[in-house]
């Protein structure tokens, strides 16, 4: 079993709506990452939590460390946010593990 | 912002001959370059990490005489891979730990290896 769960797997929906991406991990971390890979598989890193929430343009990230579970929200989501969002977790040292990623499609 | 620089973007090569793909930091020290391998739909798989001046670590299961990383300057990391085979046909990405960043790392923008 993966450490990094990442739901849904795809998601489709259209140009405006609210898009919620999922994380959930089994393990302590020191940090937790939300990454975007392009389809040329360019990687873009959005940000970087180990509490709370963050907040960058249409971008909102949140971390309950309790229950283990991050959640990525784009709001007034655009064809141009389609790409592969990954969740990755830094345990201890400086190391990553990634989620599988969601592939999001926004539809005109 | 902080740069990684990945050369080349893709690359086509025979069987059996060797190919270098670099990573250099534009505008920051990177004293730990990590790189990783992505197979499609897959997530990707740490490789080896680099630090500057020292061997790379290797994660277990991948041939460090198949992959040589040589992390020589703090803005410079190449991995190759010798002797390629079909099988080693994968997205390799390249990230370097940059503390000046809100981020933490910086990726390359990847090479897309095709063996044949």
């Known amino acids: 079993k993966n450490e990094v769960e990442q739901s849904p797997q795809n998601l489709t929906a259209q140009e405006g709506e609210f898009i919620t991406i999922n994380c959930s991990y089994s393990?302590?971390?020191?940090?937790l990452h939300w990454l975007q890979q392009h389809p040329g598989g360019g990687i873009v890193s959005l940000f970087m939590l180990s509490s709370g929430k963050k907040k960058h343009g249409r971008l909102i990230a949140t971390i309950n460390i309790q229950e283990k579970h991050s959640s990525l929200h784009i709001t007034a989501s655009h064809p141009r946010d389609s790409a592969v969002y990954i969740c990755?977790?830094?345990?201890?040292?400086?190391?990553?593990?990634f989620g599988t990623g969601t592939r999001l499609t926004i539809i005109p | 912002g902080a740069v990684v620089s990945q050369h080349p973007s893709w690359v086509i090569c025979k069987s059996g001959t060797s190919v270098k793909i670099e990573c250099r930091s534009l505008?920051?020290?990177?004293?730990?370059m990590f790189w990783y391998r992505q197979f499609p739909k897959q997530s990707l798989m740490l490789m080896a990490t680099?630090?500057?001046?020292?061997?790379?670590?290797?994660e277990q299961g991948v041939e460090k005489d198949k992959f040589l990383i040589n992390h020589a300057s703090l803005t410079l990391s190449t991995l190759t891979v010798t002797s390629a085979h079909p099988e080693d046909s994968s997205f390799y990405i390249c990230?370097?730990?940059?503390?000046?960043?809100?981020?933490?790392?910086?990726f390359g923008s990847g090479t897309r290896l095709t063996v044949v």
């Open positions: 393990v302590g971390i020191s940090a």
């Open positions: 505008d920051f020290q990177a004293t730990t």
């Open positions: 990230s370097a730990r940059d503390s000046g960043t809100a981020y933490g790392y910086t």
């Open positions: 680099s630090n500057e001046g020292s061997k790379a670590t290797y």
């Open positions: 990755a977790v830094k345990v201890g040292n400086e190391k990553l593990t």
